[in-house]
Nanobody, 123 residues
Framework: VQLQASGGGLVQAGGSLRLSCAASGRTFSSYRMGWFRQAPGKEREFVAG????????YYSESVKGRFTISRDDGKNTVYLQMNSLKAEDTAVYYC?????????????????WGPGTQVTVSS
């Protein structure tokens, strides 16, 4: 599967952005999906994940209650709605996919990665 994230940009603190990740292929519903981010000088970290068919979602503590992950299998797309953005959310955001079952926040458990999209939150 090939992944392409979009929707990043510059936003003021307190604002919102919605990221999209479009996937190629006809079996999108069989992939668990995740969003990760990497800030300058820091390691890539888990943000949010959604299981195959969207049965469950899970978040890092730093974004819980502010971000929402969702998927539209008919459009082969996963979304990340980001509200109440903070300066510390500034990073390059990546979407990732994997065919294995279960929920995970581990980078190593996602096999497919797309190029990132920059999100910059000004304070």
């Amino acid at each position: 599967v090939q992944l392409q994230a979009s929707g990043g940009g510059l936003v003021q603190a307190g604002g919102s952005l919605r990221l999209s990740c479009a996937a190629s292929g006809r079996t999108f519903s069989s992939y668990r999906m995740g969003w990760f981010r990497q800030a300058p000088g820091k390691e890539r970290e888990f943000v949010a994940g959604i299981s195959r068919l969207g049965g469950s979602t899970y978040y890092s503590e730093s974004v819980k209650g502010r971000f929402t992950i969702s998927r539209d299998d008919g459009k082969n797309t996963v979304y990340l709605q980001m509200n109440s953005l903070k300066a510390e959310d500034t990073a390059v955001y990546y979407c990732a996919a994997d065919t294995r079952l279960g929920s995970t926040s581990s980078l190593a458990e996602f096999y497919y990665w797309g190029p990132g999209t920059q999100v910059t939150v000004s304070s």
